[in-house]
């Protein structure tokens, strides 16, 4: 029998939108960059494990302002987000090239 682990202060999920998700976990590294816009600070969170026996997921949010320090929880909501990648690999059957549909996710923080 397994233990539950208990989460890092779970918010109330009732008010999340469509295109919106609250997420909780603890500061790996966080890095300022400059783009067209102006400054912001990639953040790498790892997410409590489900179980005992899962690894934690881990994500990287983008923000206009520091989340805090490696080391610290954090808890907030963000937009999820993204755009289309595609490429070509080698069919190995057809001697043709296959092109493969993906994406790229974002989670930028609107909360927290």
Do not use: H
Not at 22 to 34: D, E, H, K
Not at 74 to 99: L, M
Not at 101 to 107: E, F, P, S
């Amino acid at each position: 029998m397994s233990a539950a682990l208990s989460p890092i202060q779970t918010p109330s999920t009732s008010s999340v939108s469509l295109g919106f998700a609250m997420l909780a976990g603890r500061i790996v590294t966080r890095r300022r960059i400059t783009t067209s816009e102006g400054a912001i600070f990639l953040t790498v969170l790892k997410l409590p494990a489900v179980d005992e026996y899962s690894s934690p997921a881990t994500v990287e949010l983008r923000s206009a302002a520091e989340l805090g320090a490696p080391g610290e929880s954090w808890c907030g909501r963000v937009q999820v987000g993204g755009f289309a990648r595609s490429y070509d690999v080698d069919n190995e059957v057809t001697g043709r090239k296959d092109r493969v549909q993906t994406a790229n996710n974002t989670l930028r923080v609107v909360e927290g």
